[in-house]
């Protein structure tokens, strides 16, 4: 089964290359640009699979950024309000009267954008390897890198990408999902693609999304660091961090059904599968006890809102001593190494 592609045209008379699968409310698999590639994707069997199961539960969304795959490849414009202009074009294509965006990689500064902006047309969104600046998930030396080859050398650079930086396996599927990455765009598009999202930053916008909103991290994530997933779940004022096991910085490639089961509960019912308050703050964390009395609570709230010990202790008016027991006790209940860990704890247990 391959969807067919059909064309909406944005505001600039770029032409952008989008599919519809399933019945259902909807879901827009927005694209990681600038390495979408719509019918590259739907070659590789696990992905196909996946996307077949979404669009039998609900309706699944998908297009090709400017410059990539199917779209219109001679374009100049890379800017923030492109993409949206794009976005606004699959939408009022397809029908769809309200949507939930997942966005993914560079894509998430584009659903952030679009939903602030459109706040009566969004019921949810999900984000996944993204962060509120465009530059942020780029910082890493590994990333570098390997970004540092797109001109220098174009088949290594998607070999490394498919392999190395999404963690697909060699054989087949390793060899499709190259392929998808191959032929996706051109050196040149990439590397204007990416230099445009640098200095895109939607921390302003994030503010002004009110719909429940789903931030996933895997794990043991290294292309993405935590710190960056959580801050963008803070941002948000909606926002809900979870995890998922493994480290792949592909969203479908590891416990894909488990994703899949995910994607559709929320997609069904946004406010239902997303409650905005904690349950289980006694849940066992490893070999930790879990159970923290309520001033500790009120601590790791505000340690994982990013204040400092001084600032806790200004804010709940105790001394900074009380606050450094406070966090040594909490650490210790909940098996944290530090503040990153306390924080995924927090966020995972609807504490920040």
């Known amino acids: 089964m391959q969807p067919t592609l059909a064309t909406a045209t944005a505001a600039d008379g770029t032409r952008i290359a989008w599919t519809s699968v399933g019945d259902g409310p909807t879901l827009i698999h927005m694209p990681g640009v600038p390495f979408s590639n719509v019918e590259g994707e739907w070659r590789i069997p696990l992905l196909r699979r996946l996307f077949t199961d979404l669009g039998g539960q609900v309706r699944f969304i998908q297009y090709d950024g400017r410059g990539t795959g199917r779209s219109q490849r001679d374009v100049s414009d890379f800017s923030l309000e492109a993409y949206v202009a794009d976005l606004d074009a699959v939408v009022e294509a397809s029908g769809a009267s309200q949507v939930v965006l997942l966005g993914f990689f560079h894509s998430v500064t584009h659903a952030i954008a679009w939903a602030a902006h459109h706040p009566e047309r969004v019921r949810g969104l999900v984000l996944f390897g993204g962060a509120l600046r465009g530059l942020d998930p780029m910082q890493g030396a590994g990333t570098q890198a390997l970004l540092s080859l797109i001109e220098r050398d174009w088949d290594t650079f998607v070999e490394s990408a498919a392999h190395a930086w999404l963690g697909w396996p060699e054989g087949d599927e390793g060899r499709l999902a190259a392929d998808w990455f191959r032929t996706a765009t051109t050196p040149a598009i990439a590397r204007a693609t990416l230099q445009a999202a640098y200095a895109i930053d939607v921390t302003a916008d994030a503010a002004d999304v009110r719909c429940p909103a789903l931030v996933v991290h895997r794990v043991d994530a290294t292309v993405i660091p935590f710190d960056i997933s959580a801050e963008l779940a803070r941002a948000l004022p909606n926002g809900r961090l979870e995890m998922l096991p493994g480290a792949s910085a592909s969203l479908f490639f590891e416990d894909g059904d488990q994703v899949v089961e995910r994607l559709i509960r929320f997609v069904e019912d946004p406010e239902a599968a997303h409650p905005v308050t904690a ?10 006890s879990g159970t923290l009395s309520p001033r500790e609570i009120e601590v790791l ?20 001593n009380t606050v450094e027991r406070h966090v040594s006790n909490l650490y210790r209940k909940i098996d944290a190494g530090g503040r990153a860990d306390a924080t995924a704890w927090a966020i995972r247990n609807g504490v920040a």
Do not use: C, V
């Open 279 to 288: 349950t289980a703050i006694g849940r066992r964390q490893k070999g930790g």
């Open 301 to 320: 709230r505000l340690l994982a809102n990013g204040e400092t010990n001084g600032q806790i202790a200004g804010s709940l008016k105790i001394s900074i």
